[in-house]
């Protein structure tokens, strides 16, 4: 009885594989860490070959405990806008893939923006010029990368992002890359079926080397590696996948998820969104070449601000101290965080911004400096919250996920900040959730997103705002003027 979905979720840190079934219960799961590699500062890089072997091996184990027969299909989510380079022929990886976080190619997105080009591409393809997108990768690999460039002159280059690697290697070829994914190269039009042959000019990445767009579920290829021929049925970059996990699924409907980094979209509907306040536009999702389209903010740190007090500073030992440090003190004494360690995201897009700390006393303890770490989360959400509000998409709630979203003093606080009503689901896996439910659909397993989200989603709970306006016009002003000094 084919009754469970498996999903394979390449995250960041780590890669997973989770087995769903149709109620939406975890019925098993495997982890393997992923090993980071800062070769430069500012440089952020991953081994293909280990996201790979970690996804073969989470996933035989979570498909040997719940048996291969039982799998109706596969979904993949995946850290997006990494980039990965393979040889068609040998199937093998011919450089380093270069994470998301990376921003070594800021100077070269810099002579973009200087000879003109940041607005056709922004109305094009919905991105702006910088080095967080996957195109300006691709073209370094190809200008810096000596098997890699000889590889594209003797046409067995092959490129994509990480599900498209990961399709390649459990299909034994197959050369694809779905919507919402494509969507983050800035070589796709946000109207255009396949990759673009101009902005792929402008880049000067080969279109011979990239994959055939597809549709975010349906019947896109099949694996046999592991036991019988299962479907791979669904796709979506981990940020989209999880917006349909939340049930985002009208217009206006939106999500925040707190990871490594954090990540806001609202449902826009058929409408290609254009963004005047430096937000993004991206593909949601497509089904039988019909793209739903989303507005983005992308910060590009939350989590990764709490691992680095952890493992750097070594003011914690776990990242669950940090809401009963953030309790033991009635404020942050007057520190303020901007954790602009990568640069800065949307709505500021500053590639060369460094994060600083203000506010500091001899009365600065880890109390305190936990506390604004934690209190950054919202101060970045709430300009993401005034720049959506600007574009015409203002936010009525806000569904949260993602592993800090369990920090129920985080939670409570973005309530506060924003002055919303913020909604967390119990399972907070929402992102693996909204691979499965495109793998369940594209499987036949429902008619729709929204009969699997019925059956799939579970309960939530509600954090309402309590926080007094002074106090809230007093963080806010703290939180501006050190933006300034940024």
Known sequence: MTDHILVLDSGTTSTRAIAFDLSGRIAAVAQRALTQHYPRPGWVEHD?????????????????????????????????????????????????????????????????????????????????????????????????????????????????????WLVWKLS??????????????????????????GLCDLLGVPRSALATVVDTQGHLTDTTLLGGRIPIAGLAGDQQAATIGQGCFAPGETKATYGTGAFVLTNMGQTVP??????????????????????????????????????SLGMIAS?????????????????????????????????????????????TGRAQLARAALEAMAHQTHDLCAAFAADGAPWGRLRIDGGMSANDWMAQ?????????????????????????????????????????????GAVRKFDPAM???????RLFRWDKALRAV
């Open 48 to 164: 293909a070959q280990e996201i790979w072997q970690h996804t073969l091996a989470c996933a035989q184990e979570v498909v040997t405990a719940v048996g291969s027969d039982r799998i109706a299909g596969i979904g993949i989510t995946n850290q997006r806008e990494t980039v990965v380079a393979w040889d068609r022929d040998s199937g093998e990886p011919l450089a380093r893939a270069i994470v998301w976080q990376d921003r070594r190619t800021a100077e070269f997105c810099a002579q973009l923006r200087d000879a003109g080009h940041e607005d056709e591409v922004q109305r094009r393809t919905g991105l702006l010029l910088d080095p967080y997108f996957s195109g300006t990768k691709m073209r370094w690999m190809l200008d810096n990368e000596g098997t890699v460039r000889a590889a594209a002159e003797a046409g067995r280059l092959a490129l994509g992002t990480v599900e498209s």
């Open 274 to 311: 254009q963004s005047a306040n430096r937000l993004l536009g991206t593909v949601l999702m497509q089904d039988k070449g019909k793209r739903t389209y989303a507005l983005e903010g992308s910060v590009f740190v939350a989590g990764s601000l709490i691992q680095w007090l952890r493992d």
């Open 413 to 457: 606080d973005l309530a506060d900040v924003l002055a919303l009503e913020v909604e967390r689901p119990d399972m907070v896996e929402t992102t693996a959730l909204g691979a499965g439910m495109l793998a369940a659909v594209g499987t036949g397993q429902f008619a729709s997103l929204s009969d699997a989200a019925a059956s799939m989603r």
């Open 172 to 197: 034994g070829g197959a050369h694809i890359t779905d919507a919402s994914n494509a969507s983050r190269t800035q070589l796709l039009a946000l109207d255009g079926a396949q990759f673009d042959e």
């Open 468 to 474: 007094d306006d002074a106090v809230r016009d007093e």
């Open 319 to 363: 990242a669950a101290e940090t809401d009963a440090l953030a309790r033991s003190v009635p404020d942050s004494g007057g520190v303020t965080i901007v954790p602009a360690l990568s640069g800065l995201g949307a709505p500021h897009w500053n590639a060369e911004a460094r994060g600083v700390v203000t506010g500091l006393s001899f009365a």
